[in-house]
């Protein structure tokens, strides 16, 4: 799994203690914060790849700040696992629908808690795991930042060089393959939220994304969306 950053909303010190430790431990970079208000504000600076979220918060509720999290559109594609004290919570809070994509009573083990969040992140961000991607012939190894394509005709395997942006977009556009994305949500998963480049820049790296691809004939799966952005197609043309 590659490296994300993980915000732990958890007002008692001690798990929030233990969490930090364990993300740590796993190759993550964790984010405290006590309260729900203080998630907020580290929230305007830097956006996590995902949240874990106490139920129980002084002042405003983790159940609160999950339903603000998923009606604002800048955070709204978050990942939050929720954490509740006891089973009963654990009931109420999945009853009351708050939008997390998991939950974990406490007292959980570090173990059972890194496997949520892995499973959590393969389907929601996969693009963060390192997951090998392979559509149509076009590999991508994201541990060994190597790309490489199928010759139909020969059968070999040829490597593609790609820069470090290019290589971010397609592992975001193959882990997310026949969806049409807007320049600016192509700027908010590969370049970063909060970054302020101009949505033109997206062209320029899709352009040199498809002459990296153009040799081993995969340009074409690139396509341009007119009026929209641009989409990933894992499905060849016949
Ligand atoms: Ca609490």
């Not at 997206?202 to 040799?215: C, E, F, G, Q």
Request: hydrophobic residues 45%; proline residues 5%.
């Amino acid at each position: 799994m590659a490296a994300s950053s993980i915000m732990a909303v958890e007002d008692e010190p001690a798990i929030a203690e233990l969490i930090a430790f364990n993300l740590q431990h796993a190759g993550h970079h964790p984010i405290r914060a006590f309260s729900a208000e203080q998630a907020q504000s580290l929230m305007v600076d830097v956006l996590p790849d995902l949240v874990l979220l106490d139920w129980m918060l002084p002042g405003k509720s983790g159940i609160l700040l999950a339903k603000e999290l998923r009606a604002d559109e800048r955070t709204r594609q978050i990942p939050i696992i929720m954490l509740t004290a006891r089973s009963d919570e654990h009931d109420k809070v999945m009853g009351l629908d708050v939008g997390a994509d998991d939950y974990i009573t406490k007292p959980f083990s570090p173990k059972e808690l890194m496997a949520r969040i892995k499973a959590v992140l393969r389907r929601r961000a996969p693009q963060l795991t390192d997951d090998l991607v392979s559509i149509n012939g076009l590999k991508l190894d994201p541990v060994t930042h190597r790309v490489t394509a199928l010759q139909s005709d020969s059968g070999e395997q040829l490597k593609l060089s790609l820069g470090p942006t290019e290589f971010r977009l397609l592992h975001f556009m193959m882990t997310h393959p026949e969806r049409v994305h807007t320049r600016a949500q192509l700027l908010d998963q590969v370049w970063g939220d909060h970054v302020f480049v101009e949505e033109r820049t997206v062209d320029v790296h899709i352009k040199r994304l498809r002459a990296s691809l153009a040799p081993v004939g995969c340009s074409e799966m690139i396509e341009t969306i007119r009026g929209s952005g641009y989409r990933f197609a894992s499905v060849p043309d016949q």
